[in-house]
Structures are given as structure tokens and as C-alpha cells.
């Protein structure tokens, strides 16, 4: 179960790595707008997952940052597809890939419990 854990910790750094990095270029900026967020959320949300895919990513090594990492990004997770759902009025469908994130999170962070 280690290695799955540690690919899956590889992967959920390299997604969140290319996802934070859209959102502070402001390629996602209309998804913000949409949802009625101010200007500068994407930049802090962007920051939040490049945050969490680098301590992610070092959390191969120490435990405590994989844990921070999932609940940090499980938590960002969340509510992007709480916001998508509620805010943005998207189709339930559209919450999924966030939903899948927040849920690969949470088995992480229970591996290291």
C-alpha cells in the first residue's frame, strides 16, 4: 500500500502543480468571475494548491506535510465543488473531478494517521 500511496501522493502534486499554476496565471479567471469570487481569489486559491502540491510532494519524505497537504487541498477541493454546485449553478457532474481530488485527499491522509 506505501508505494500506492506514494504514486498517488506524485500525482496529486503533479495535477494540483499544473492546476495552481493556471489558476495564478489567470487562465481560470472567468471560472471565478462566474461564481461571483473577487479579482484576487484566483491568485490566493492558486497559491493554496501550489502550496499544498509542493508540501504534497515532500510529504513523501515526512508524513506531516502529506497530511497538511491533503487537508489543506481536501479542503480546497471541497469547496470548489461546493462553489461549482451552489454558486456557479453547474450540473452536479461538473463537481466530480473536484469531488475525486477531495476524496484521493482524504485516503491519504487517513494512510498516514
Known amino acids: 500500500m506505501g508505494v500506492i500511496i506514494i504514486i498517488l501522493q506524485v500525482l496529486l502534486g503533479i495535477i494540483f502543480i499544473i492546476t495552481g499554476s493556471k489558476i495564478v496565471s489567470g487562465a481560470m479567471n472567468e471560472d471565478f468571475v462566474r461564481m461571483g469570487y473577487p479579482q484576487f481569489f484566483n491568485q490566493v ?60 485527499n482524504v485516503l491519504i491522509f487517513c494512510y498516514y494517521i
Do not use: H, R
Request: proline share 5%; glycine share 10%; net charge neutral.
Open 45 to 104: 486559491t492558486g497559491a493554496i494548491e501550489l502550496l499544498g502540491a509542493l508540501n504534497m510532494l515532500f510529504g513523501i519524505f515526512n508524513p506531516y506535510l502529506a497530511m497538511g497537504a491533503s487537508v489543506l487541498l481536501g479542503c480546497t477541493m471541497l469547496a470548489g465543488a461546493l462553489s461549482l454546485i451552489f454558486l456557479a449553478k453547474d450540473p452536479i457532474i461538473k463537481a466530480l473531478p473536484a469531488t475525486i481530488l477531495l476524496l484521493l
